[in-house]
């Protein structure tokens, strides 16, 4: 190959990564990374007014969950105004467990592992391991026959994802 | 049988010691498959120094003192200590960085690399060929002509020392002054060999390496360019122990997508891997390799150091580094950016 043959391809190359880099800076959230959506939501701070009428509402959810009321409305309105919030997904999922949805449950305590990977770590206050390792274990199990027995759709396959990275997060090993 | 040489015992003893002891310091409390991990170590050591907020990944590793005290004292007793630098001090600091971005966003240096596939991780198989490749487009550049300059001996034994003096200060320092490095409580940070096993086992790396000039990308670059499998043998020996030590404590699990430290994205495990090798054989060695050439006095592999720990810093303060979640758009955006920066630097160091 000549030698101007090998700086044009060299160029082109360059420029093609250049492209990209611009590509990917000019997408929302830093682009469209699986772990670059929530990592943005977790750096909105919530102002200090906010955080009290946010502190308000959760205790107040939290209260219904625990007395099994009907905390749907309560809740939509919490992930919907709060997704960078940790504390949400995991009432979001103790929500959907209590109501034998462990699919939907698993996928809330994934957002929530995603924000506060606290949660898997053995040791500390927020600990969840035992109680996410059982629900991802006999998620996934469904997920695998229902694999087996043919293609999934949309959700499942989202649920098969979270299924995985918890999975891999509880394995261990760095973040 | 031909009893091996002993260069050809120096380079198996160096792989079976990073496979085994690599294992082996998971074994005792290192993150999973991240028994040894230089760019997950450099990002440790940048929080510990305060270069991000991340307590979880703040941590003086002393298998890292332990690898750069070993090559020096290997290189003193062995009269190989040659002060010596090149000619792109910008450049070289800049290649440190992105070798850690490239590492970042696959999870894992070169040698994490080869302990996550002994252990059974299959996405290592993306990152391998990536690495290959990387090294494989470099190789090209060099016998198309690029030309990075001769690096010249004698430039002050002091310059040669600092930088691995200085590392070797920080972990002095962290255990005479406990609380003057930030060191997380939670996370991988938190996970950790005991404090003898983890230098023990980097010393004994450090010296054997630096006898035996091992280095994974090195091992690709030499099979790629001279069929000089002297070094691939090394590889083999690194993924036989790895293997054995997975195998004998029950930890070896082959398998895709449940696997520790590891991402599921194959294209940009094979990308960041690529971007790894080229920009390893543009700076003379994989990040392993920098750690024991600059305990040889290199003052390039100093620079490069600098530059690593510069990239820690960076990868996780900028959201570039990868999670189980998979590749950040600001990874990928830097992993393009790398691999940019690595073709203007053939496009513009070829002799015509």
Same mark, same amino acid.
Request: glycine share 14%.
């Given at each position: 190959?000549?030698?101007?043959?090998?700086?044009?391809?060299?160029?082109?190359?360059?420029?093609?990564?250049?492209?990209?880099?611009?590509?990917?800076?000019?997408?929302?959230?830093?682009?469209?990374?699986?772990?670059?959506?929530?990592?943005?939501?977790?750096?909105?701070?919530?102002?200090?007014?906010?955080?009290?009428?946010?502190?308000?509402?959760?205790?107040?959810?939290?209260?219904?969950?625990?007395?099994?009321?009907?905390?749907?409305?309560?809740?939509?309105?919490?992930?919907?105004?709060?997704?960078?919030?940790?504390?949400?997904?995991?009432?979001?999922?103790?929500?959907?467990?209590?109501?034998?949805?462990?699919?939907?449950?698993?996928?809330?305590?994934?957002?929530?592992?995603?924000?506060?990977?606290?949660?898997?770590?053995?040791?500390?206050?927020?600990?969840?391991?035992?109680?996410?390792?059982?629900?991802? +274990?006999?998620?996934?199990?469904?997920?695998?026959?229902?694999?087996? +027995?043919?293609?999934?759709?949309?959700?499942?396959?989202?649920?098969?994802?979270?299924?995985?990275?918890?999975?891999?997060?509880?394995?261990?090993?760095?973040? | 049988?031909?009893?091996?040489?002993?260069?050809?015992?120096?380079?198996?003893?160096?792989?079976?010691?990073?496979?085994?002891?690599?294992?082996?310091?998971?074994?005792?409390?290192?993150?999973?498959?991240?028994?040894?991990?230089?760019?997950?170590?450099?990002?440790?050591?940048?929080?510990?120094?305060?270069?991000?907020?991340?307590?979880?990944?703040?941590?003086?590793?002393?298998?890292?003192?332990?690898?750069?005290?070993?090559?020096?004292?290997?290189?003193?007793?062995?009269?190989?200590?040659?002060?010596?630098?090149?000619?792109?001090?910008?450049?070289?600091?800049?290649?440190?960085?992105?070798?850690?971005?490239?590492?970042?966003?696959?999870?894992?240096?070169?040698?994490?690399?080869?302990?996550?596939?002994?252990?059974?991780?299959?996405?290592?198989?993306?990152?391998?060929?990536?690495?290959?490749?990387?090294?494989?487009?470099?190789?090209?550049?060099?016998?198309?002509?690029?030309?990075?300059?001769?690096?010249?001996?004698?430039?002050?034994?002091?310059?040669?020392?600092?930088?691995?003096?200085?590392?070797?200060?920080?972990?002095?320092?962290?255990?005479?002054?406990?609380?003057?490095?930030?060191?997380?409580?939670?996370?991988?940070?938190?996970?950790?060999?005991?404090?003898?096993?983890?230098?023990?086992?980097?010393?004994?790396?450090?010296?054997?390496?630096?006898?035996?000039?091992?280095?994974?990308?090195?091992?690709?670059?030499?099979?790629?360019?001279?069929?000089?499998?002297?070094?691939?043998?090394?590889?083999?020996?690194?993924?036989?122990?790895?293997?054995?030590?997975?195998?004998?404590?029950?930890?070896?699990?082959?398998?895709?997508?449940?696997?520790?430290?590891?991402?599921?994205?194959?294209?940009?495990?094979?990308?960041?891997?690529?971007?790894?090798?080229?920009?390893?054989?543009?700076?003379?060695?994989?990040?392993?390799?920098?750690?024991?050439?600059?305990?040889?006095?290199?003052?390039?592999?100093?620079?490069?150091?600098?530059?690593?720990?510069?990239?820690?810093?960076?990868?996780?303060?900028?959201?570039?580094?990868?999670?189980?979640?998979?590749?950040?758009?600001?990874?990928?955006?830097?992993?393009?950016?790398?691999?940019?920066?690595?073709?203007?630097?053939?496009?513009?160091?070829?002799?015509?």
């Amino acid at each position: 190959m000549g030698t101007h043959t090998v700086d044009r391809i060299t160029e082109v190359m360059a420029v093609l990564c250049i492209a990209g880099v611009v590509w990917f800076m000019a997408l929302p959230g830093g682009g469209p990374g699986a772990g670059t959506t929530l990592a943005a939501l977790r750096s909105e701070e919530i102002q200090e007014g906010d955080l009290q009428r946010f502190r308000g509402t959760l205790q107040e959810a939290r209260r219904m969950v625990d007395s099994n009321a009907d905390a749907k409305s309560a809740l939509e309105a919490l992930r919907s105004g709060y997704p960078g919030r940790h504390e949400v997904w995991v009432l979001s999922a103790r929500y959907h467990e209590a109501a034998g949805s462990e699919p939907s449950a698993m996928l809330d305590y994934a957002r929530a592992v995603r924000l506060e990977p606290a949660y898997l770590d053995k040791g500390s206050s927020l600990y969840l391991g035992g109680r996410i390792e059982a629900i991802t +274990g006999r998620v996934l199990t469904l997920l695998l026959e229902a694999k087996a +027995g043919g293609a999934l759709g949309a959700p499942e396959q989202e649920q098969l994802k979270a299924a995985y990275f918890l999975k891999r997060r509880l394995a261990g090993g760095c973040e | 049988m031909r009893w091996p040489s002993r260069d050809t015992l120096l380079i198996l003893a160096s792989g079976l010691s990073l496979g085994g002891l690599g294992a082996a310091l998971a074994v005792w409390g290192n993150p999973a498959n991240s028994g040894i991990c230089i760019s997950c170590f450099m990002e440790n050591l940048a929080g510990s120094i305060g270069l991000h907020q991340n307590l979880r990944m703040a941590y003086l590793r002393p298998e890292l003192a332990g690898f750069v005290a070993g090559a020096l004292i290997s290189a003193l007793a062995f009269r190989e200590m040659r002060p010596r630098a090149g000619s792109y001090p910008v450049l070289g600091f800049t290649l440190g960085v992105f070798l850690i971005v490239g590492s970042s966003v696959f999870m894992g240096c070169p040698i994490k690399m080869m302990l996550r596939f002994g252990a059974g991780d299959m996405t290592a198989v993306a990152g391998i060929l990536g690495l290959a490749a990387g090294v494989w487009v470099g190789i090209r550049y060099y016998r198309a002509g690029l030309d990075l300059g001769a690096t010249r001996p004698g430039s002050g034994a002091l310059q040669g020392i600092l930088v691995p003096s200085l590392v070797v200060l920080l972990l002095v320092l962290s255990l005479w002054v406990p609380g003057v490095l930030k060191s997380g409580t939670t996370g991988p940070a938190a996970q950790r060999a005991p404090l003898a096993l983890a230098l023990a086992s980097g010393l004994l790396i450090g010296v054997l390496a630096q006898r035996s000039r091992f280095c994974v990308t090195g091992s690709f670059t030499n099979l790629f360019m001279a069929r000089d499998w002297s070094l691939a043998r090394g590889l083999g020996a690194l993924m036989l122990g790895a293997v054995a030590l997975n195998l004998a404590t029950g930890r070896l699990n082959v398998g895709l997508l449940d696997q520790p430290g590891s991402n599921p994205d194959h294209l940009w495990n094979f990308l960041a891997m690529a971007l790894v090798g080229f920009a390893s054989v543009l700076a003379g060695g994989c990040p392993f390799r920098q750690l024991i050439l600059a305990g040889e006095g290199s003052v390039d592999a100093s620079v490069i150091i600098l530059g690593m720990v510069a990239g820690g810093g960076i990868v996780q303060q900028w959201g570039i580094a990868s999670t189980s979640a998979g590749p950040t758009g600001y990874g990928k955006a830097a992993v393009l950016g790398g691999l940019a920066l690595c073709f203007a630097v053939v496009r513009f160091h070829r002799r015509s």
